[in-house]
């Protein structure tokens, strides 16, 4: 429950559908920042079984312990943290159970695990369960991979507020940040883990600092890696033109202030904060990864770069400042783009026949 991209989400479907669901929630590193994005009416407890619990399957009995205790409606596991949750309702089920994945941590980057990989297939594989994936890369692995029939997958692609967004204050975030008239912002939104890899970005805006003085980078978002980034920015020369934030329930608030929103990682599926990009008619310069080659607007394609190449990143952010006229018609495909397909109504709505057990 860390400030990310699916505790955004839950969060969001969750403040979308008020006081019909009541949420119990169990968060496996007893990290509840998330909270702070609830609004006030919806009904939720937290119940942290973790304290003084190490990760490991000989936490499988207590959890179905919890389960025979709590009697939830409908048991939700997210991503390979919480997969133990997922065994402890496999056999002898005690409630319907929706797994959502959302992608890997660096340790699988290259390829999956082969124990992660027999696990999945074996805790997900119970005709109670419904696994809901939001990226058809995701869906890909989850049928050639871990071997689930079609039948008990969901592809669910995420969608945002677009509105939210779109009608940020330019103005007002351009002065939040003291951003000079003039001056191109590069900036990402992401929770600063290894996989993430906002280091790659700061090599890339490195290379383009000393050809481009009108430029500055933007880094919203915390985790344990900022310590090291910042350490790499001050390396590399670039410490006094990089703006670090931390993390933030609002951000629209920064979003609006960029010019380009850059993405860096080492893995994705469809993540969030690209959505959020393109709903601020942002064009998108990243490495390829995921879905993210299919999300942006066609006009935007040609700025996706080979994953792993910091290099082409800093090509294809240049490219896009040099033109500040050929960003802002990208910009706003992509805004119309989100407008058509990726709206939090459309992903709400599904979500919410998800939880109440109906057809999707």
């Known amino acids: 429950m860390a400030i990310g991209g699916p505790q955004r989400r839950f969060a969001q479907i969750a403040n979308a559908l008020g006081r019909k669901y009541h949420h119990l929630l169990i968060a496996m590193d007893s990290d509840y920042a998330a909270l702070s994005l609830l609004a006030p009416e919806v009904p939720f407890e937290t119940i942290d079984l973790m304290a003084g619990r190490r990760k490991s399957a000989g936490n499988i009995p207590a959890f179905r312990r919890a389960l025979a205790d709590l009697k939830p409606e409908a048991l939700i596991t ?7 949750w997922a065994m402890a309702n496999r056999f ?14 660096p340790e699988e980057v290259d390829r999956q695990i082969w124990r992660r990989v027999m696990f999945r297939r074996l805790a997900l594989g119970g005709s109670h369960t419904t696994v809901v994936l939001p990226s058809l890369t995701l869906y890909k692995i989850a049928t050639d991979r871990w071997k689930l029939p079609a039948t008990k997958l969901l592809l669910v692609p995420n969608g945002v507020d677009v509105e939210r967004f779109a009608g940020a204050d330019r103005a007002l975030a351009a002065e939040r940040i003291g951003k000079r008239a003039g001056e191109r912002l590069i900036g990402t939104v992401a929770r600063l883990r290894p996989e993430k890899n906002v280091g790659r970005l700061v090599e890339a805006f490195a290379g383009l600092a000393a050809r481009r003085p009108d430029c500055r980078l933007l880094i919203v978002g915390d985790g344990p890696q900022r310590e090291a980034i910042e350490a790499l920015a001050h390396d590399r020369g ?13 951000p629209e608030d920064y979003l609006a202030a960029m010019d380009v929103f850059a993405v ?10 690209v959505l959020e990009a393109m709903a601020a008619g942002l064009p998108v310069a990243s490495v390829d990864v995921g879905d993210i080659a299919q999300m942006v607007d066609q006009s935007n394609r040609p700025f996706i770069v080979a994953a792993g190449d910091a290099s082409a990143l800093g090509q294809a952010i240049e490219a896009l400042i040099v033109e500040p006229e050929l960003g802002q018609r990208i ?6 783009r989100a407008r058509s397909v990726y709206t939090l109504q459309a992903m709400t709505s599904i979500y919410d026949q998800i939880y109440a057990g ?3």
Do not use: K
């Open 238 to 250: 670039v410490a006094g033109r990089t703006i670090f934030v931390g993390p933030t329930p609002a």
């Open 331 to 336: 910009g706003a495909a992509n805004l119309d």
């Open 92 to 105: 002898r089920p005690l409630s319907r159970h929706i797994h959502i994945e959302d992608g890997f941590g």
């Open 358 to 360: 109906g057809p999707a």
């Open 78 to 84: 997210y991503n390979w943290g919480a997969i133990e």
């Open 264 to 273: 860096s990682s080492d893995t994705e599926q469809m993540p969030l904060g």
